[in-house]
């Protein structure tokens, strides 16, 4: 079993050169196996099933921590990694800094140990991750069985059937149909999906471009307000659907047959 040490809570630093704000729930997790993580954390700590929410280009933008205060109203505990290590852009030149830099290898194993740490805490885990941030999240949803659900919105997947096989739970897919090679990829997504036998959905929006989601993309220019809250209806469906969530009280119930 993985041991956990907390290295330290970043709510005291002044991290404005990197434009982000103090937050105690921006803490730093250090495994036995050497993984050091970041981490944004919210929703209820008694919450039976927990989403590890993997960013975009941009790092730990409003975007993202908008869709953690979403699912953590939801009913369920949000760890949403900082996978930039506290450094996070606004503009596509910056972003495409921070990614250059970005380890993909390191990458996928933090966000198999910010899952290892909602499983350690007896909880189902689910993945949803954007654009940049799906490669690494589906190739760890690939290797983890503890990753029971996973959601990809306008990212990078998997479309060979004997790999897709190694999933241990469905598949959300989420794009735009103006979303170049992405739109092209999810019918092979889905095609391929249906040759390995595993569940998966995907919602093709018309009209939309890359990352229609995230104000901070194309300046905005290609921000959809409207097709952003349909995907997260979409997500939240997918969910609840994964993992019985109680309609009475909003939380999540463990599944008695895991």
């Known amino acids: 079993m993985k041991r ?9 630093m002044s991290l404005l050169s990197v434009g982000i704000l103090a937050d105690p729930r921006l ?6 196996e050497g993984v050091d993580i970041s981490l944004y954390m919210d929703g209820p700590k008694t919450a039976t099933t927990g989403v590890v929410l993997v960013h975009d280009w941009f790092g730990i933008s409003p975007f993202i921590l908008e869709s953690a205060a979403r699912l953590s109203r939801d009913g369920y505990r949000v760890v949403a990694i900082d996978l930039y290590g506290g450094k996070r852009a606004t503009t596509h030149e910056d972003a495409g ?26 909880k189902r885990v689910a993945i949803v991750a954007f654009s940049a941030g799906a490669k690494p999240a589906f ?21 060979d059937p004997d790999t897709l096989r190694s999933l241990s739970g469905p598949a959300l897919l989420v794009v735009g149909s103006k979303d170049g090679p992405a739109a092209d990829r999810a019918a ?29 993309f194309n ?32 939380t999540m119930q463990r599944d008695p047959h895991p």
């Open 27 to 32: 803490e730093r997790f250090h495994t036995d």
């Open 188 to 216: 092979a997504f889905s095609k391929a999906a249906d040759a390995a036998g595993v569940k998966a959905e995907v919602h093709i929006y018309p009209g939309e471009e890359h990352a229609f989601a995230q104000p901070l």
């Open 97 to 122: 800094a921070l990614l250059k830099k970005l380890d993909q290898a390191v990458a996928e194993k933090q966000i198999e140990a910010a899952a290892d740490l909602l499983a350690k805490e007896g």
């Open 139 to 159: 190739a760890a949803a690939l290797r983890d069985s503890s990753i029971r659900a996973t959601v990809v919105w306008y990212g990078e997947t998997n479309n």
């Open 219 to 250: 300046a905005g220019r290609t921000y959809d307000a409207a097709a952003r809250e349909s995907a997260w209806r979409v997500t939240e469906d997918f969910l609840s659907r994964s993992f019985k969530p109680s309609s009475a009280t909003g």
């Open 4 to 12: 956990w040490f907390l290295l330290a809570s970043l709510g005291g």
